[in-house]
C-alpha cells in the first residue's frame, strides 16, 4: 500500500513527497538502503528484483523516476531502460557496479538520464534523484512557455519549442540530459565552459564528484551530432565550436 511520508519532524512533507520512485536492484542490502533513504526523503517507493518484474511494475505504477541497476536478472538495465523507455519517458538514474565507460556511454544511448558507479553514498544518490525530478519540471515548464524561433549553428538546428535537434536537416534523437547540455553550449557557442560550470547549469549539481557525468553525457552528444562540434579544452572544459562568420 502506497503512503505518504513526513518529514523527520513529522509534521510537514519534504519536497519529494507524492513523487514515486521504481527502485530495481537485485541486491537486497542495496535495494532497501536506498528504499529506505528515499522513503526518509518523502518519495514514494516500489521496488523491483529482475528485469520482468520492473517493466511490468513500470508499466502498472508509472513511476516519476527509475534508478536501475546494469546487472539484473531475467534481462538486464539496458533492456529495462529500453523497453520503459518506449511505453513513456521517465528519467532513468543507472547504477553499474563497474567504473566502466563503455556500460555508462550504451546506458545514456538508451535514454538513462544519469548514472552512478558503486560504491555510493545515500547523501549524493538522494540529491541525484532531486536533480533530476528538478530538471523534468524545468521541462515541463519550458514546454509551457516555450522560447520562440530555431537557433542556427551552421548545419546545425536547435529548436527550442520543440526540443528537437537537426544537423544537416535531420533530426537528432537527444535524452533530455543531453538536449539541456548542448543548449547549454549553445548559449554561448565558441565559450570555453568548466565542468563545473555544465554541473551547476543543467545539473544543478555543484559537487565537483560528478564531473566523470558530464564527460560521459560530452561522448554521447559528440555520438549523435558530431564530435568536431565539441571542443575539449583539456584541464578545463568543453566548448561548442561554430562556422566563422
Known sequence: MEQTHTSHNGTAPTPGAQRRV?????DPTIVDAIAARLRAEGFLVQTAVDGP?????????????LIL??????????????????QRPVPVLMLTARDDETDMLVGLGVGADDYMTKPFSMRELAARVHVLLRRVERAALAAAT????ILRLGELEIDHAQRRVRVRSEDVHLTP?????????????????????????????????GT???????????RKIGAERIRTVHGVGYALETPTP
Not at 521504481?22 to 537485485?26: F, G, Y
Not at 518484474?53 to 523516476?65: G, K, Y
Open 177 to 209: 540530459t543531453e538536449f539541456d547540455l548542448l543548449v547549454c553550449l549553445a548559449n554561448t557557442p565558441r565559450a570555453v565552459l568548466s565542468r563545473e560550470q555544465l554541473l551547476a547549469e543543467v545539473w544543478d549539481w555543484a559537487d565537483a564528484s
Open 212 to 222: 566523470r557525468t558530464v564527460d560521459s553525457h560530452i561522448k554521447a552528444l559528440r
Open 69 to 86: 541497476d546494469i546487472m539484473l536478472p531475467g534481462f538486464d538495465g539496458l533492456e529495462v531502460c529500453r523497453r520503459v523507455q518506449a
Open 22 to 26: 521504481l527502485v530495481v536492484e537485485d
Open 146 to 149: 516555450p522560447r520562440s524561433g
Open 53 to 65: 518484474s520492473a517493466v511490468d511494475t513500470a508499466e502498472a505504477w508509472q513511476p516519476d523516476l
